[in-house]
């Protein structure tokens, strides 16, 4: 029987990986640029966890999660995010006793049950980042623009940033009214979602998209804003606008999850469809009181990178990622063949990377799988030439042939 890969997973191939590979390393690049360090946590929790830090009324817990007993009987369940495992290791490992604000950044695979389609799997990747202990406006744009930037350094094109304030939770409360005010006599007109949503979150019937034109009227949350979320979300944006970050006020961004308050941000781009979205985020003022830790802010983003596959892809652009052999060793005869044993793992061992055959093919045979692996180099052992301590190096680019010694071959290829 021959088994096939779960619904909602991708097997990456060499030739894709590679594409990965050239996005890890931006992340990677970018995260240093901005200190913040990586993290990495288990790919499952509690499944209390989740519940608390994500919120019970959230699609993820309600539909997404991929929850089993262990054997102990105890439930897990495989993350279906990253803030809550990092702001869960935050507190046990007293993170917040450090002196300096704590600036963390992940990537890994990520797990919910959804409908898979293109830029939407079961099992996805996120990069993201969590700076946790200050509540400064200029995390926030600092925050926003650093996946802006990572956005336009891999050269994604019509990369939108939309941003909001969702406020602390006593504006939250007075827009809850508000929208309700709003929403329920026009109930019955609205989907089964919204419907069985409306009083449990209400805010979240903004977000859906069978309904959307009956909302056009619906009060804004910018208008129940306190003095202090207010305060700070015309900072966070004079420092987008100072920082060249441009940026369109949406004041309907509401997020999946539960744990937002104040500032929440996506980052969109044209062209995949139905799902426009990179990646979002925002500040979590309550996450780590809720999570039992003490009463520290933070504020972060998950960039999602099968979008940015898919969106590379879709704009037409190919990432460098051409990685060519440096040398291919022919043996000609068996003595050369212990010989080039011998060079091979040499060289390997001095940094070039370097192949032979395996399948006892024909030098013809032998020089058509150099090609194929684009070598910069072949290097043929003849008996001969052994005899002599040389071996003849030729470079494939201009068919240009000479003869090294074979002690100095390691030295020639560098
Ligand atoms: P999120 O909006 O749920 O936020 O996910 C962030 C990104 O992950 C999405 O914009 C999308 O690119 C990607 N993503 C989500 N689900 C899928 C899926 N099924 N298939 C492919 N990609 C997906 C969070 O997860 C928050 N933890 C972000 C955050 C960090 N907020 C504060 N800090």
Redesign the pocket.
Known sequence: MAFQKPTGTQDLLPGTVEKWQYVEEKVRDISRRFNYREIRTPIFEQTELFVRGVGETTD?VEKEMYTFKDKGDRSMTLRP???AGVVRSFVENKLYGEPDVTKLYYVGP?F?Y?RPQA????Q?H?F???ALGATDPAIDAEVIAMGYQLCVELGLKDVRVEVNSVGNASSRAAYRQRLLDFLLPMKDTLCKDCQSRIERNPLRVLDCKVDQDKFTDAPSILDSLDEECSTHFAKVQSYLNDMNVEFTLNSRLV???DY?TMTAF?FKAQGIGAID??????R?NGLVGDLGGPDQPG??????L??IQLILEHQGIAADTSKPLDVYLIPLGEAAEREVTKQLFLLRQAGIAAERDYLNRKMKAQMKAADRLHTRYTAILGDDELERGEIALKAMATGEQRTVRLDELKDALI
């Not at 830029?119 to 079961?122: K, V």
């Open positions: 993820v995010e990253g803030t990520m919910r959804e830029g939407r799997q079961r996805f996120q993201g980042i969590e997020r999946g999850l937002y996506e979205t990179i990646g979002g985020g925002g979590y504020i972060g983003f998950g960039m999602g099968e979008r």
